[in-house]
């Protein structure tokens, strides 16, 4: 079992940054695919990145390349998405998601079990 607790999440205006953080506790021991998952108001909620292998593989959605970097700090079991030249769009509430491998389904809700209480992001123009 794992809880994945999120923090850094905040307002900003465009073209500004923001750094969130996902702490897992319980049972942290082997590789877990950890990712983060974003819904804005009325829309479903969409994959935005997750990390493999202790960040070794890594997975974007088009949307956020170039912008968004996500890594992985084994030794604190901690995952961070590091948000740059932020748009309106990429206002949503942001969860962190986990589970013990991506199996090449890293941008379906169905492929994590574990999921945090989601962090709000806000951009104003």
């Known amino acids: 079992y794992l809880q994945l607790v999120e923090s850094g999440g905040g307002s900003v205006q465009t073209g500004g940054s923001l750094r969130l953080s996902c702490a897992a506790s319980?049972?942290?021991?082997?590789?877990?695919?950890m990712g983060w998952f974003r819904q804005a108001p009325g829309k479903e909620r969409e994959a935005v990145a997750a990390s493999y292998s202790g960040g070794v593989t890594t997975y974007y959605a088009d949307s956020v390349k170039g912008r968004f970097t996500i890594s992985q700090d084994n030794a604190k079991n901690t995952v961070f998405l590091q948000m740059n030249s932020l748009k309106p769009e990429d206002t949503a509430m942001y969860y962190c998601?986990?589970?013990?491998?991506?199996?090449?389904?890293?941008?379906?809700?169905?492929?994590?079990?574990?999921w945090g209480q989601g962090t709000q992001v806000t951009v104003s123009s």
């Open positions: 998601v986990a589970d013990t491998g991506c199996w090449g389904r890293w941008y379906e809700v169905a492929a994590f079990g574990y």
């Open positions: 319980g049972d942290t021991s082997g590789n877990f695919c």
